[in-house]
C-alpha cells in the first residue's frame, strides 16, 4: 500500500471527485486503484474565500512498484499495529489477584476495557452513578439547582469528558498504536467513522452517554465488575504485596473491604477529597500549574465568518478557534476546549463553590461558541494562599476562587458583557434570560473576582485576539465564571514502571496529572494497564 500526503480539493467535491485527484495526482487511471483510505481531513482555509480539504491517503494500486519509482509524491504507507489489540486471555484463580480501577473515566474506562479483554475481570469502583442516573442527577442541577456531589458533571460513569464537547484531538504522538485503538473502540460503539481520520474529531455529549454504556457491558460480558455509587476510603498494604482496599456504597451507606495486588488510580481532576485521603496514606504527590480564567461566548456565525469567509461560513461545520498570547505580566493567555455551538455549563461539584465548563452536542447547533480564555497559575500563586509544604494548595487556590464565584452569584452562575468586563463596569441592560448556559445565571462583576495579574493578562488578550479574529470584542459577547478545573493541581509521581512510591498502585489520566483530555487520558489508561497484563504474564 501506497501513501500520499496534502491532497487538495475543493470543500464541495463528492468521492467520485476524490477518486480522479487521487488517481490525476499519482499519474494512474481510476480503474488501478484497488482500494483506499483516508488517513487525515483537514480543513485549509489560508487562501479565503476558497476553502479546501486536505486529506492524507493510504491506497492500493495495481503495480505499485512501478508508480512508487514514478513519482516522488508517494511513498510506502506506513501502519502501526497495537500491539494489544487481538486480546489473549489470561486466567486468575484467585479472586484477591484482580486489579481494581478507581474511576470509570477515559482512563479508567480504556483500562478497564483492555484488562478484561485480557480475561482479568478488573473490579472497576465509581463515586458517581451510572450514566444513565448520572444523567438525571445533572439535569436535575441545572433546572432545579439541586447539586448531587457524588454525581454531577465531573464524577460519574464517562467522566468529565462525557458532559463535554467530546473532542478527540491530542497532541500526544502514537508510537504504539493507542490513538488509532481508542478511535476504533469508540467507533466500534457509536462514534462516527469520521473520528477516525477528521484533523479535529469530535462526538458530543449525546452520542457519548451511549457509547460509555456500550463499553461498560462489555466489561460486564467479559467477567469484570463495574461498581457505581462506590467511593475510594482507604488503601492499606497487608503482606505479601497485596493490598486491602475500603469502599463506601453512597445509597447504601456500607462498608466494604476489597484484597487486590493491583490499584490502577483514574481519578478525575476534581477528586479533591481522594487526593486528601491519598495523601494521608503516604501516597507521594506534587503541587503542578494549571490555569484558570472565564468562558467567552459569542455568536457562532461571528466565529465561523471568521475563519471560513462569509462564501463557505453556512456550508462548514461550525468552526473552532485557537488562539495563545504573551501577556506583560509573563502569563500564557490561551483559548482552551472551545465549543463550536456549545453551551457554557455549571460543572461545579462542592457544595458553595462554582466552577463552569464548556459542552456541546454532536450537531453543535446551538447557535453560540464558547471558550475558556484562561491565564496560567503556578505555585507561587498558590503560596499566597496556602501552606507552601502543602502539595495540595493548588486546590485550596482553585477553592477560594470557587466560592468567591458563589457568593458573588448567589449560587448562580455570574455573568457578564465581555465590553464591560474589559472596562470594569456592571453590565446595565443585559438580558441573561436566554443564554447558552446549562444552569440558573445572574449579572456580576465577574471582572473583580480576579487577583490583578491574571485579570489584566486576560485584558491584554482580548485586546489581541480581537486583531485576530475580527469583532471578538463585541457588545453581544458575554463571559461567565470561573473556569477553574482546566487541568489537575497535583501529579501523583510514578516511576519507570508506572506505579507510585507504594508498589502495586498505578497512577494514570487526567487527575493524577498525566494527561489533558479524553484521549491523552484514554491512552494513559491504556499504558498502565499494559504494565499490569505484563506483571500477569511472568
Given amino acids: 500500500m501506497l501513501h500520499i500526503n496534502s491532497l487538495q480539493l475543493n470543500v464541495h467535491h463528492d468521492e467520485n471527485d476524490l477518486k480522479k485527484k487521487l488517481a490525476k495526482t499519482i499519474g494512474c487511471n481510476i480503474d488501478e486503484i484497488e482500494e483506499y483510505e483516508i488517513r487525515k481531513r483537514s480543513i485549509d482555509a489560508r487562501k479565503k474565500p476558497e476553502i479546501s ?55 479508567g474506562i480504556f483500562a478497564a476495557l483492555l484488562l478484561a479483554r485480557y480475561g482479568l475481570k478488573p473490579i472497576v469502583i465509581e463515586r458517581g452513578g451510572c450514566v444513565e442516573d448520572r444523567t438525571l442527577s445533572v439535569n436535575k442541577f441545572w433546572s432545579e439547582g439541586k447539586l448531587d456531589t457524588e ?16 473532542k478527540l484531538n491530542t497532541l500526544v504522538k502514537d508510537t ?41 457491558e462489555e466489561i460486564k460480558e467479559l467477567g469484570g465488575e463495574v461498581r457505581f455509587d ?49 495523601k494521608e496514606m503516604g501516597v507521594y504527590m506534587e503541587p503542578k500549574s494549571f490555569a484558570l480564567g472565564i468562558r467567552v461566548s459569542h455568536s457562532q456565525h461571528l466565529i465561523d465568518v471568521s475563519q471560513y469567509g462569509n462564501k463557505e461560513a453556512k456550508f462548514l461545520s461550525p468552526a473552532p478557534y485557537k488562539l495563545t498570547f504573551k501577556s506583560s505580566f509573563d502569563r500564557g493567555v490561551y483559548s482552551f476546549c472551545m465549543c463550536p455551538g456549545g453551551f ?13 465548563n464548556g459542552m456541546s452536542y ?35 487556590f482553585q477553592r477560594r476562587l470557587e466560592e468567591e464565584t458563589f457568593n458573588m452569584g448567589k449560587g448562580r452562575v455570574p455573568v457578564q458583557r465581555l465590553v ?15 443564554l447558552k448556559i446549562k444552569g440558573s445565571t445572574t449579572l456580576a462583576r465577574v471582572d473583580k473576582l480576579f487577583p490583578k495579574e491574571i485579570y489584566e493578562s486576560m485584558k491584554e488578550a482580548f485586546l489581541d485576539f480581537n486583531r485576530k ?32 512510591n507504594i508498589s502495586g498502585i498505578y497512577p494514570c489520566g487526567e487527575g493524577a496529572g498525566y494527561a489533558g483530555g479524553i484521549m491523552s487520558a484514554a491512552m494513559d489508561g491504556l499504558k498502565v494497564a499494559e504494565r499490569i497484563i505484563e506483571k500477569y504474564k511472568e
Fill in 53 to 107: 480539504y486536505s486529506y492524507s491517503i493510504d491506497v492500493s494500486l495495481l503495480n505499485e512498484a512501478k508508480y512508487l519509482k514514478k513519482n516522488k509524491a508517494l511513498s510506502i504507507a506506513k501502519s502501526v499495529v497495537y500491539a494489544y489489540e487481538d486480546a489473549g486471555k489470561l486466567e486468575i484463580l484467585e479472586e484477591s489477584k484482580r486489579p481494581v480501577v478507581v474511576g470509570f473515566g477515559p482512563a
Fill in 151 to 166: 454525581s454531577n458533571v465531573s464524577f460519574g460513569e464517562g467522566g468529565a469528558g462525557t458532559f463535554s464537547d467530546g
Fill in 176 to 216: 504504539f498504536g493507542r490513538n488509532k485503538f481508542v478511535l476504533k473502540t469508540l467507533v466500534e460503539y457509536g462514534a462516527p467513522k469520521e473520528i477516525l481520520y477528521d484533523n479535529k474529531p469530535h462526538i458530543g455529549t449525546d452520542l457519548l452517554t451511549g457509547i460509555v454504556r456500550k463499553i461498560r
Fill in 230 to 278: 462506590t467511593k475510594l476510603i482507604k488503601i492499606e498494604n497487608i503482606k505479601d504485596n497485596k493490598k486491602k482496599i475500603e469502599v463506601v456504597n453512597k445509597r447504601d451507606c456500607v462498608h466494604e473491604i476489597i484484597e487486590c495486588e493491583n490499584i490502577i488510580l483514574a481519578l478525575g481532576h476534581s477528586a479533591r477529597d481522594t487526593f486528601k485521603a491519598l
Fill in 344 to 356: 457554557i455549563v455549571n460543572a461545579s461539584t462542592e457544595d458553595g463553590r462554582i466552577a463552569i
Fill in 362 to 396: 454532536h450537531k453543535r447547533d446551538s447557535g453560540e461558541a464558547n471558550s475558556a480564555i484562561i491565564v496560567s497559575v503556578s505555585e507561587e500563586d498558590f503560596d499566597k494562599y496556602s501552606d507552601s509544604k502543602d502539595p495540595l494548595k493548588g486546590i485550596e
Fill in 420 to 434: 464591560d468586563f474589559l472596562e470594569g463596569r456592571e453590565s446595565s441592560g443585559f438580558d441573561n434570560t436566554n
Fill in 469 to 500: 479574529i475580527k469583532g471578538f470584542i463585541n457588545e453581544d459577547a458575554y463571559v461567565a465564571a470561573i473556569e477553574s478545573r482546566t487541568s489537575s493541581p497535583i501529579r501523583i509521581s510514578r516511576d519507570e514502571s508506572l506505579q507510585a
